[in-house]
């Protein structure tokens, strides 16, 4: 869950210069006080900061994770391309595979894919 939000926020903030509570919910398919209360729960983890009636922003630590998941999207949708798997269909099934690849998966992913 931390994941998908950071990356998503990272991504409004880059596209739009700030991300709204309306708009992520939109784009998750949630509704707005699911998004409330999980925002809640990465402000408590120190991934966000937010001020009342305004845009989220991430800390620090906030960008770190988005990074590395953007990171891990990127590497696992090159590897399924380079299978001959539709960039649709790649897209769609790094958003499940990236959050469960363990770090020597990933490594192995980057290594056949630096070999071509």
Avoid: W
Wanted: net charge negative; charged share 35%.
């Amino acid at each position: 869950m931390a994941e998908d939000y950071v990356e998503l926020i990272a991504e409004l903030i880059e596209t739009r210069g700030e991300a709204r509570p309306v708009e992520i919910a939109e784009r998750l398919g949630v509704k707005p006080p699911t998004v409330t209360k999980n925002i809640s729960r990465l402000k408590a983890a120190g991934l966000v900061r937010r001020e009342p009636y305004r845009a989220i922003f991430l800390t620090d630590a906030g960008q770190d994770l988005a990074e590395i998941c953007r990171r891990r999207h990127r590497v696992v949708v090159a590897f399924l391309l380079s299978l001959g798997i539709d960039e649709e269909t790649a897209e769609r099934d790094a958003e499940g595979i990236e959050h469960h690849v363990s770090g020597t998966t990933l490594e192995a992913f980057e290594r056949r894919l630096n070999q071509k």
